[in-house]
């Protein structure tokens, strides 16, 4: 299952909430700060990838480290 993240409208805190495809349209999960329903789902952030001298990306097919350790 993946892992939405939320911020409560009524207290500002951010979250993050474990569920299923199909109840991330159905619910809004309760803040644990204040378990106030009035929470919205965030756009997570996305790292990127910087090129090196090389100019191309030197990472590796899933599965596998790619380079990192």
Same mark, same amino acid.
Request: hydrophobic share 0%; charged share 15%.
């Given at each position: 299952m993946p892992i939405y993240e939320y911020e409560c409208k009524d207290c500002g805190k951010e979250f993050e909430k474990i569920m299923s495809f199909s109840a991330k349209d159905i619910d809004s999960p309760?803040?644990?700060g204040c378990q106030s329903r009035q929470t919205q789902r965030l756009i997570s952030r996305v790292s990127s990838h910087s090129q090196g001298s090389s100019g !191309?990306?030197? !990472?590796s097919s899933c599965g596998s480290s790619g380079g990192f350790s």
């Open positions: 309760e803040c644990p !191309g990306y030197s !990472g």
